[in-house]
């Protein structure tokens, strides 16, 4: 046993040299050389324990104090490979993002046929939103998301020492481009502030500088986000599901905060108003509905404009409409939400169109009546709102009526009877006449698309045109 533990103790101590020389001779140590001055002396207190030489067992006694110095460093240290390992199992076992594209196409499928189905009509899907939430955290992406977090968190673990910057290092061309265009669009934004304070002849007001900084960080923004995507795809990684300080640490750069703040406000806008126009039926009547929910303010957002009406932000407006045609991926959560809500919104605003030059050809030509009710009905269960499009099917309706009947109103002369008095049973009115003495909306409403109002309890206070008896009810004929 001695020779062979002289011959370790002598091997040990080269090691420790050859550590010292790679520092230049200095004794100052980095977290890294503590760690591995931690590891050789545990070697030499192992190596010479049993050693029956005196120098031996002095050198194993030095070593053996200084474990006690290093101690918290290799604990630490071996804490940090734990949880990098736990990480790092989960992520190994999942399939890549690819294996699993035909499951996520398949679902994005069924999504994108119920958005084609319902593009235009009412109803919620507040279940399938959680579903899909609940997807999204088991995506083999995201998995391995957390586990380049954990790398990234616990630079000190030494079981994966490389795996980082070979991450860093396969992306390196994209990363580059992404920086040098973040740092184009700083310097732009600053040269325009500078000249538009030098036109303003001092410093800029705190509005201004607010404005600027938005300016700049929504630029930044679209230009980060194709490249943030593509490297998603790339390392088979989602990067965008990252916290800022994380994201930071995986690609070791700066800046990433206003990215992914303003990442999340724009497909916030774009699912709010997916979700304003699928609950268009939990709108009372008497609730306006949201400006969004016409072809020509949807129109106007899909084209990156603000439409008369909307609040929203013109230079999110804008990025959004320059992002949606850029590079999709499997892998990214935020793109894959992104591309389903402006699908959704497409086909939307197809529907509707289409919907108001079928309904406009019909206000133009011979229609018949049952038909024309038809479509008042698909046009009051649809999100869609266009009155002055109801109105002339209305009118229309109305000008079938009068033809049909023949009679002249006792109160203008001039339309056709198209109404009767109950209890009495008097045709004596037109539909425009009794609208002027009906006292609610609702009274109106249900008078032009059902045919009928019950005036029992009613504020409106009707006499027949003909008799002057108490009108109870009236219908159209």
């Known amino acids: 046993m001695r020779p062979t533990s002289s011959q370790l103790l002598r091997d040990i101590s080269k090691m420790e040299e050859d550590m010292l020389k790679k520092r230049g001779g200095e004794r100052r140590q980095n977290e890294k050389d503590e760690v591995s001055a931690g590891i050789i002396h545990m070697l030499k207190a192992a190596a010479g324990f049993y050693s029956a030489e005196l120098d031996t067992q002095a050198s194993v006694e030095a070593s053996l104090t200084a474990i006690v110095k290093h101690a918290p460093i290799l604990i630490e240290t071996c804490q940090h490979n734990q949880a990098v390992m ?68 616990y630079p000190s673990q030494s079981v994966f020492p490389h795996l980082l910057s070979d991450l ?46 938005q300016k700049m960080g929504v630029e930044k923004t679209t230009v980060a986000l194709p490249h943030l995507v593509r490297m998603s795809s790339q390392l088979d990684i989602d990067l965008l599901s990252l916290f800022s300080k994380e994201l930071e640490g995986v690609l070791g750069v700066r800046g ?168 009495c049973r008097h045709s004596c009115a037109c539909v425009e006449c009794v609208m002027r003495e009906l006292s609610s909306e609702e009274e109106k409403e249900s008078l032009t698309s059902m045919g009928f109002v019950s005036l029992k309890g009613s504020d409106t206070k009707l006499a027949c045109f003909e008799c002057g008896r108490h009108v109870l009810n009236i219908s159209t004929m």
């Open 256 to 423: 990433m905060g206003d990215v992914l703040s303003t990442s999340a406000a724009l497909l916030r806008l774009v699912q709010t108003h997916c979700k304003e126009i699928r609950s268009m039926h939990e709108s009372s009547s008497s609730s306006p509905p949201p400006p969004i929910c016409s072809t020509s303010a949807l129109s106007s957002f899909l084209s990156g404009k603000v439409a008369a009406g909307m609040e929203d932000d013109p230079l999110l407006m804008h990025a959004l409409s320059t992002l949606a045609s850029t590079h999709t991926c499997s892998a990214s959560g935020w793109r894959v939400d992104l591309d389903e809500g402006w699908t959704y919104l497409e086909l939307t605003c197809s529907h509707w169109l289409e919907m108001e030059e079928r309904m406009g050809r019909a206000a133009r030509e011979e229609t018949s009546m049952d038909k024309l009710k038809a479509l008042v009905s698909e046009l009051d269960q649809s999100s869609l709102t266009n009155d002055d499009l109801r109105a002339r099917l209305v009118s229309r309706m109305l000008a079938l009526t009068n033809v049909a009947v023949g009679d002249v109103c006792v109160m203008c002369g001039e339309r056709g009877i198209a109404v009767r008095f109950f209890p």
């Open 168 to 213: 860093r290092r396969e992306v390196e061309a994209e990363l580059r481009d992404m920086q040098e265009e973040m740092e184009k669009v700083e310097e732009e934004e600053s040269k325009r502030a500078v000249a538009a304070n030098a036109e303003k002849g001092g410093m800029p007001s705190a509005r201004d500088y607010l404005l600027s900084m």
């Open 86 to 153: 736990r990480a790092m199992s989960g992520a190994m076992s999942l399939p890549s993002s690819s294996a699993h594209l035909s499951e996520v196409e398949e679902a994005r499928s069924a999504r994108v046929q119920r958005a084609r189905q319902h593009g235009g009509k009412r109803g919620g899907r507040e279940e399938e939103e959680e579903n899909e939430e609940g997807e999204r955290g088991q995506h083999p992406a995201v998995t391995k998301a957390r586990a380049a977090a954990q790398l990234a968190t």
